[in-house]
């Protein structure tokens, strides 16, 4: 794929294995299906098709991403051949170029190696999921999906620690706030605050 077209229909849909043609009636079904999906990595205690997540490995992100999502799009667990930015209250966020792809896989995976040597500490991990969420955030690999991938690859690095995160509507928007602004320490402090 080269272009946007590319994963269109021609009335502007994503195209889909379901042969959905209505935007809306997608993203219903798009929502429902990756949330059973989310349910059932967690209940297989984050176990995929006989793999273990323990998010030390960036490339898990294409797992988690194809269990969401594989059941709707061709493209799940393969990452985007075109450039993506996106417009919220205003303001333009420009990820990753995939020209990069490379440099930014090689600095997350550096990073995920430094998180596994941090001590289990809700300070000292919330700090660092700071940094490396935002840094995630901004590689958005994926043309559809990318903040739910994150959220399960999320869980699994704060369980990699003995902690577990406590996502309520308030921690939500802040959330959303600090991946909007790219902003690393608002990110950290929503991290102090759901990491249990």
């Excluded at 995630?136 to 043309?143: A, D, E, I």
């Excluded at 690095?157 to 600090?178: H, I």
């Amino acid at each position: 794929m080269k272009s946007w077209e590319d994963y269109l229909q021609p009335n502007g849909t994503l195209r889909n294995k379901l042969e959905i043609t209505d935007d809306e009636e997608l993203h219903v079904v798009e929502y429902n299906v990756s949330r059973q999906a989310q349910q059932l990595i967690r209940q297989n205690h984050y176990v995929i098709a006989g793999y273990q997540l323990i998010s030390r490995d960036i490339t898990e992100l294409k797992r988690i991403n194809r269990a969401l999502l594989g059941d709707i799009y061709d493209w799940a667990g393969q990452y985007r051949e075109v450039d993506f930015n996106k417009t919220s209250n205003g303001v333009v966020t420009h990820f990753h170029p995939v020209s990069l792809f490379g440099n930014a896989e090689w600095d997350l995976q550096r990073q995920l190696t430094e998180f596994a040597t941090l001590p289990s500490n809700k300070a000292v991990v919330a700090d660092a999921l700071g940094e490396l969420v935002t840094a995630l955030n901004m590689f958005h690999p994926f043309r559809e999906g990318n903040g739910r991938t994150l959220r399960v690859f999320t869980t699994v690095l704060a369980r990699q620690k003995g902690l577990r995160l406590a996502f309520m509507q308030e921690q939500q928007e802040a959330y959303m706030t600090a991946s909007i602004q790219d902003d690393p320490k608002l990110m950290a402090a929503v991290f102090q605050e759901i990491l249990h």
